[in-house]
């Protein structure tokens, strides 16, 4: 049988170009990590303190943002076209959005990197949470407006390609991977309304100098308006792969197609009015709105307890059918040898430890005792870095042969590989959260204070550093075997089935839930009214205290060519 790329080899270059962008920005990032590692827990020192913050905001914006939705991007054109089987209904708008997007994120990538080079007046040290007073160079909010333009444009070219096959099929159910992209890009479309009017409104005015001051809690605000759902965008695809790929590639089927559709409509519903839980500590905002916003972000449990639940069945679904016997040996009939399987289960079981790390960030009095400690890097490199990149990952061993038509090189290091960065992951995350609950700080690269020593309840804080430096190099070296393996594949010699690409349908079919679930309308309406009902309250409140614009002047992070200015503006602004 026709692998994808043999039935839609248009779509397939669509991807591979996606995914390139998406590998090349996980090498920098990875490389950065490092480098952060080393530098802070002092082992490897060759970079001044001050490029520190350059280095953690392309670690940040570079894995954050560009490596996981460009990936999010391909993966979803591929399940787009393999789920409606049909192609794409113009492929030179999709060729517009990876266009767009790869022209924003180089912007914004050149704005960062350039502040390594003193000679260039140019920097973005404004880490990957992007907001007021600190001043990035307007190249870097203006690449970020185009990269987020094009992702609205990716979503309208799968939305297209939807219309054209509900057309055709007016009675059938949404095939499963289409509606769980759509649900998705709903949630982003709604998200990104907060990033948007905070970058296009008030920084990138604010860093041409059109507008000489800006309201720092107001974007602020907006960007966690942002900033948590895009949690749930670059879960989203880890999701899709759980449930729809992790089932076959454990030999059996997912075990509840109307499950997997209710968890991805309660995130559309549940994602966005809850980013105020980021600012408990915000003095801005009334407490009242912090407990609504906790409350809210305790619902999310829900969605998560739905995947663990169907995920786990779906597996022992599959063990049973290879063999498998008892209540917990099943286990071992699962295929372990398997990269792509052992890869998107051990990103499972690192996002459980995740979730219960999680809580302890969304409870409002128990966060005060971690919030803007490594605690908190030590949670999102749970979630972000491990359930969902190594999901990726994974997922790319069984995904990049049907782009190309070609084998992968390596099944061994691609074992070795997922294998490699989860033990990386559990030395250096664990280190994180126990420093976090010690209050070593974030964000910091001298976290040494004087005539002060952290006091831990188990071990030391040179025992820490360790975790972290050691974890670090693990995972960097993960990254290399993952890029190597897969850069060497594209030197195999093309074959008739490198992949078993077929999805099987599931135990409890999409015809036994509600009709309901499928009325995306329905559900996008409902989602309006929950953030219109979160955040009108609380936005109005802001700009009462302190203006749509604010009266703060900024802080230009270039500092080498603006020091004295820099000084001046700092001083200003603390007065």
Known sequence: MATFV????????????????????????ALFGLVQALHRTGYLRFLDSVDYYTILTGHGVL???????????????????Q?????????????AWVGLTTTGATFAAVAILAGLIPSIDMSADVLYTFYAPLMAHPLFYVGLAMFIVGTWLAGADWFLAY????????????????????????????????????????????????????NPLLTRTLFWFFGHPVVYFWLMPAYLMWYTVLPKLAGGRLFSDPLARVVFVLFLLLSTPVGIHHQYL??????????????????????????????????????????????????????????????????GVMFAAGG???????GMNINYLIHNTLWVPGHFHLTVGTAVALTMMAGSYWLVPQLTGKRLYSRPIGLLQVVVWFVGMVLMSNAMHRGGLAGIPRRTAE?????????????????????????????????????????????????????????????????????????????????????????????????????????????????????????????EVIA
């Open 63 to 81: 894995l954050a943002l560009v490596f996981t939705i460009f990936f999010l991007m391909g993966l979803f054109t591929w399940a787009v076209v």
């Open 163 to 214: 219309r054209e096959w509900r057309a055709e099929n007016p009675d059938e159910r949404i095939p499963l991977q289409t509606f769980m992209v759509l649900t998705t890009m709903l949630m982003w479309y709604l998200a990104t309304l907060g990033v948007a009017v905070s970058t296009v409104f008030f920084l990138i005015p604010w860093s041409f100098g059109w507008v000489e001051t800006v």
């Open 282 to 347: 915000d003095p801005g905002i009334a407490e009242g709105f912090k407990f609504i916003a906790m409350t809210n972000t305790m619902f999310l449990l829900l969605p998560s307890l739905l995947t663990a639940f169907t995920v786990v069945a779906s597996m022992e679904h599959g063990a049973r059918q290879r063999g498998g016997e008892g209540y917990v040996s099943w286990l071992g009939s699962l295929p372990w040898r398997d990269p792509a399987f052992t890869g998107m289960a051990l990103a």
């Open 6 to 29: 043999d039935r839609y080899p248009e779509e397939a270059s669509v991807v591979k170009a996606t995914l390139v962008v998406s590998f090349l920005s996980l090498g920098i990032g």
């Open 356 to 362: 219960f790390s999680g809580m302890i960030n969304a």
């Open 83 to 95: 789920s409606l089987e049909r192609p794409l209904p113009d492929i030179r708008l999709s060729w």
């Open 447 to 571: 976290p040494q204070y004087q005539n002060f020593d952290f006091s831990m309840a188990l071990g030391t804080v040179g025992e820490i550093r360790a975790g972290i430096a050691i974890g670090g190099t693990l995972l960097f070296v993960s990254v290399v075997l993952f890029l190597v393996n897969i850069l060497l594949s594209a030197f195999e010699e093309p074959i008739e089935n490198p992949v078993d690409d077929s999805l099987p349908e599931p135990l409890s079919g999409a015809s036994g839930s509600p009709v309901v679930l499928d009325n995306l309308r329905l559900w996008t309406a409902i989602a309006v009214v929950l953030v219109i009902l979160a955040y009108t309250l609380p936005l109005a409140g802001i700009v009462g205290d302190a203006g749509l614009l604010g009266d703060v002047p900024g802080v230009p992070v270039w500092v080498s060519a603006n020091a004295e200015a820099t000084l001046d503006l700092l001083t």
